[in-house]
């Protein structure tokens, strides 16, 4: 028998695809309900690329070992690109802050994702960050320079404070994001112009 989704009956696979909806960012239950619906309308259209799309995803991606990256090669294809600056490296917090970056076409060096911000609160201490890949690359003289481009938030301050301190006795010059990313701002919801504006004004950290 089925089960009742708002005071409607379905299947159990139906109620199974609208919960895991339901989990990713931006959809509650209500537009996992829609979502799904849309889905189901335009199977051959929708559903079945999707659901090809998403076994081809998790069958080839991987993080990139050098900077942590989300590709289907290792190292990523940036990592690996040899018109892009090896020296200049931009540290940022998640793979999606990455995706932004590059979406503003300003920046033309490499990156370093470190999987998340310092929190006290969370429980998210340096150990649980890639930051040992990042200070490596720094000691061994591989960065010229770090762009800390972390969100204007206390953790993401925080963050950058560590990561100044730690890298404060190796070759690398360290910078950060300047105007153009309010307070309180993050990275993902910036408009290109903003990022590419705030990529080219950084300043020593």
Request: aromatic share 2%.
């Amino acid at each position: 028998m089925g089960e009742m989704v708002a005071g409607i009956m379905t299947g159990p696979e139906i109620e199974r695809l609208i919960q895991l909806l339901a989990r990713l960012p931006g959809l509650g239950p209500r537009s996992a309900r829609r979502a799904a619906l849309h889905l189901l309308k335009r199977r051959e259209a929708l559903l079945d690329p999707l659901a090809r799309a998403l076994t081809d995803v998790a069958a080839v991606v991987k993080a990139c070992h050098v900077c942590g990256n989300l590709d289907s090669v290792d190292p990523c294809s940036i990592c690996a690109d040899p018109r892009r600056d090896t020296g200049l490296v931009c540290v940022v917090a998640e793979v999606g802050d990455l995706w932004a970056l590059e979406r503003s076409g300003a920046f033309k060096g490499r990156y370093h994702v470190l999987g998340g911000t310092l929190s006290a609160l969370d429980g998210v201490g340096p150990d649980r960050l890639n930051l040992n890949g990042l200070i490596q690359r720094a000691e061994s003289g591989a960065i010229r320079e770090a762009i800390l481009a972390l969100d204007a938030t206390v953790d993401g301050q925080t963050t950058a404070h560590y990561i100044a301190d730690r890298l404060s006795g190796t070759p690398a010059k360290v910078s950060r994001l300047a105007h153009g990313v309010p307070v309180g701002g993050e990275l993902d919801y910036l408009d290109d112009g903003t990022i590419a504006a705030a990529l080219n004004a950084r300043r020593p950290a």
